[in-house]
């Protein structure tokens, strides 16, 4: 039994050996090239070594000769494993979570017709910076410009992005070196780990903290203003809720004090929402269109939640300050591609045209239970075959994930699935390590489907591949 640690380091061969013996297999050299089969052997060996210095690999326990024979075939399947594998690691998932605004899963999934839009765009050439009427060069910004204000009111509009860039250049523009007020309730962490005073900090300004974590008036924000002060943000708190002994002083206010001092007032929505959902049953939310008419200077959001677009960060607000925001060199290396610009502007189109029903994930939030239910249904008629598995419908919940609506929930009709030979992990693991991942809830034993979340087709592939388990 090999029990030393070192010994079994030892047997890992030397770098040019195992790509000496890649490079002479004739069908690897005819797709790859030696660069990329010693990458793949570095990689495997790294590897390797973990998983004998962590002793997690049931080989490792095998006689001196099995397990140098064992290492081997390990090595192969994975320097293959990565050489095939490394140029397709970004692939498309089958959400079945129930979870609308996934992070993990890429956010907002856009409509057929900007999909439609982005590719004609992609393949070819466009007057992205070409005004057509002269001639002469224009600007990118101008083709969702004019779209943004119409369908928000605001005198102009500026795209980086995302919404953490957004509120770094409004930091760095007109804030750097001086104070921003902000609300102690409201330094809040957004995804990644990043944290509101960071953002700040990294754009020059000096944070000036105000208020308590659950209360915060208009006069703390008017003892703290001085010769100093560059603004006050005012951020909404779109991930997380205070509820109880709970006082935050809404926009308007704010922005007629900034109006009494002349201090821009800047409000950072977040999600941003040019929807009202209560219809749907979710919680009231300003609007992007209610927080520009509140008197907010400039009005921050991200397009790849509750917009349905792509992802970007979206200022909105007074012409002046905008256009200084166009004119920081920062702008330039924060400023979106035509990709970007063409799937914003046809998303704020099926705004424009109110085809809201075409935007993914307003048609998934407004699903009705008996929809849910005719999709749950299907699934189950499609899983009747599999006798490895017991399907069953059941009642639950969705919800609207990405940072938006975040004590919100929606009444849900589930397909669950419970392995009858194996456990749940090993099936969930199964469906996660397909050609198409699949990814579902694991809830009391059993696997969670959730139809609200499941696009055209998709249940046919789940059903598929159920089969092969």
Request: charged share 25%.
């Amino acid at each position: 039994m090999i029990k030393d640690q070192s010994d079994k380091l030892r047997l890992l061969p030397p770098v040019h050996e195992l790509v000496a013996e890649f490079v002479s297999d004739s069908e690897i050299c005819k797709k790859y090239s030696r660069q990329t089969v010693t990458w793949a052997v570095r990689t495997a060996l790294a590897k390797a070594r973990d998983l004998i210095k962590q002793k997690n690999q049931d080989f490792l326990d095998l006689p001196i000769d099995d397990f140098a024979g064992e290492l081997r075939k390990w090595l192969r399947r994975q320097v293959i494993e990565e050489m095939t594998g490394n140029a397709n690691t970004l692939k498309r998932v089958i959400n079945a979570t129930g979870v609308v605004l996934h992070t993990n899963c890429g956010r907002a999934p856009l409509a057929d017709e900007v999909v439609e839009h982005m590719l004609k765009l992609a393949t070819g050439y466009s007057n992205l910076e070409l005004d057509i009427r002269t001639g002469k060069r224009g600007s990118r910004y101008d083709h969702i410009q004019d779209l943004l204000t119409e369908l928000t009111g605001a005198e102009a509009a500026l795209v980086v992005n995302n919404n953490a860039a957004a509120v770094l250049l409004i930091m760095n523009t007109l804030a750097n070196g001086k104070e921003v007020i902000v609300s102690r309730g409201e330094l809040v962490e957004v995804g990644g780990s990043f944290r509101i005073p960071e953002v700040l900090k990294a754009g020059g300004a000096k944070l000036v903290e105000v208020g308590a974590t659950n209360k915060t008036w208009l006069r703390d924000y008017r003892e703290a203003i001085t010769a100093e002060t560059a603004l006050i943000l005012k951020v909404h708190t779109s991930n997380y809720r205070i509820e109880g002994f709970h006082h935050a002083v809404d926009v308007q206010e704010l922005a007629q004090l900034g109006a009494e001092f002349g201090i821009p007032v800047v409000e950072d929505l977040g999600s941003g929402s040019f929807l009202d959902g209560t219809d749907l049953g979710l919680p009231k939310e300003p609007t992007v269109q209610e927080a520009v008419k509140s008197g907010a200077t400039l009005v921050t959001f991200s397009g790849d939640k509750l917009l349905g677009g792509p992802q970007a960060g979206i200022i909105l607000g007074k012409r002046e300050l905008i256009e200084k925001l166009k004119k920081n060199h920062l702008t330039r290396a924060l400023r979106v591609d035509k990709i970007t610009i063409s799937a914003l502007a046809a998303t704020l189109d099926l705004y424009r045209k109110q085809e809201y029903h075409k935007i993914p994930i307003w048609r998934m939030l407004s699903k009705t239970k008996d929809e849910l239910y005719i999709e749950a249904k299907n699934l189950q008629g499609l899983l009747q075959d599999v006798t490895t598995v017991k399907v069953e419908i059941d009642h639950g919940l969705s919800c609207v994930g990405g940072g938006a609506f975040p004590t919100a929930t929606l009444p849900s009709v589930l397909c669950t699935v419970q392995p009858l030979e194996s456990s749940v992990t090993e099936l969930e693991e199964f469906l996660r390590y397909g050609e198409i991942p699949i990814l579902a809830r694991i809830v009391k034993d059993k696997l969670v489907f959730d139809p609200r979340t499941l696009l055209p087709g998709d249940a046919e592939i789940i059903a598929a591949r159920l089969k092969e388990w």
